[in-house]
């Protein structure tokens, strides 16, 4: 039964697992693992701080110590003298005396050595920790940074699929049926068309109609009667009438071909034969009677 119960609750849970990840936004969840990645960087940094300042604090009771067994080694040696001056001069209750605080910082020297014998030991130690702190710090906030700037990239490419469907649903809706009411590209390009040529036949029949021609002559009629009022005009005052140079250089052509022409020639294609020519059978009258 136990077993049934952790299969059931190992295959539930990968389910929801699923599912959750399924209709997870990716957008949030970048922002989650940014968040993570800075909450862990912050805490390194935390913790190569600490191993930072113990490497600082061994320093300093190093330091403490070397200065406290150089001390202790001066009042040692002092003691040293005091005693053999006193025993040089005889008095033996201060060599004993100088003899015994000799000893005392002697016995105290022997203990500062081992003291920073362990503090030197402890300080390489705290120096090494602290190098690699820094260096993790260091490599974590590379990959930091990294993680950073590829957000920027990521962010880009999960936009860019939303935006790619956009397109693709906007092109699709104007060759494919959307729906009854939203006509596609194509159909509205079909009725445009459709009406366009419509109007053009109907404007091809009103130009070859009869009511047309009728409007076509009576407009030349009203430009002709305007012509005419215009050179009325202008000879009231005193100009030449429109078209009268070209009409006087037709006049002077028909002269110079009645000049050059034969005797009862005609002039002119359009004109017909005068009767300069007499026929045979008159030529055969009388003078009288052809008069």
Same mark, same amino acid.
């Given at each position: ?19 959750? +990840?399924?209709?997870? $936004? ?9 968040? +993570? ?8 940094? +935390? ?5 930072? %300042? ?19 080694? #001066? ?14 001069? #005889? ?25 920073? +014998? ?80 419509? %109007? ?25 009667? %305007?012509?005419?009022?215009? $050179? ?5 005052? #005193? ?6 140079? #070209? ?8 002269? $110079? ?10 002039? $002119? ?17 009388? %003078?009288?009677?052809?008069?």
């Amino acid at each position: 039964m136990m077993k049934l119960m952790k299969r059931w609750w190992a295959y539930t849970t990968a389910r929801l697992t699923g599912r959750f +990840e399924d209709t997870a $936004d990716p957008k949030v969840q970048l922002e989650q693992a940014i968040t +993570e990645a800075q909450d862990q960087h912050r805490r390194l940094k +935390e913790q190569a701080a600490n191993v930072i %300042a113990n490497q600082k604090q061994t320093e300093m009771r190093l330091s403490r110590a070397l200065e406290d067994f150089e001390k202790v080694n #001066g009042n040692a040696r002092q003691a040293v003298l005091m005693a053999d001056d006193a025993s040089k001069a #005889g008095d033996q209750a201060k060599m004993t005396e100088y003899t015994t605080a000799a000893e005392a910082f002697a016995n105290r020297m022997i203990g500062l050595e081992r003291e920073i +014998e362990d503090l030197k030991a402890l300080h390489q130690h705290s120096s090494q920790a602290s190098e690699q702190a820094r260096t993790a710090v260091s490599q974590n906030s590379t990959l930091l940074q990294r993680k950073l700037s590829e957000r920027q990239k990521l962010l880009g490419q999960l936009d860019q699929p939303d935006m790619q469907d956009r397109m693709n649903t906007a092109m699709a809706s104007l060759t494919e049926t959307v729906g009854e009411d939203v006509p596609t590209f194509d159909q509205i390009r079909e009725k445009i068309e459709s009406r366009y040529a419509k %109007a053009k036949g109907m404007a091809e029949l009103s130009e070859s109609s009869v009511e047309s021609k009728m409007l076509e002559i009576e407009q030349a009629a009203r430009n002709s009667e %305007a012509k005419g009022r215009l $050179d009325e005009i202008r000879s009231q005052l #005193g100009l030449p009438a429109a078209g009268t140079t #070209g009409a006087a250089e037709l006049q002077s052509k028909i002269e $110079d071909l009645k000049a050059s022409a034969p005797a009862g020639a005609p002039v $002119d294609p359009g004109e017909p034969a005068t009767e300069a020519t007499a026929s045979p059978a008159d030529s055969a009258l009388p %003078a009288d009677e052809q008069s």
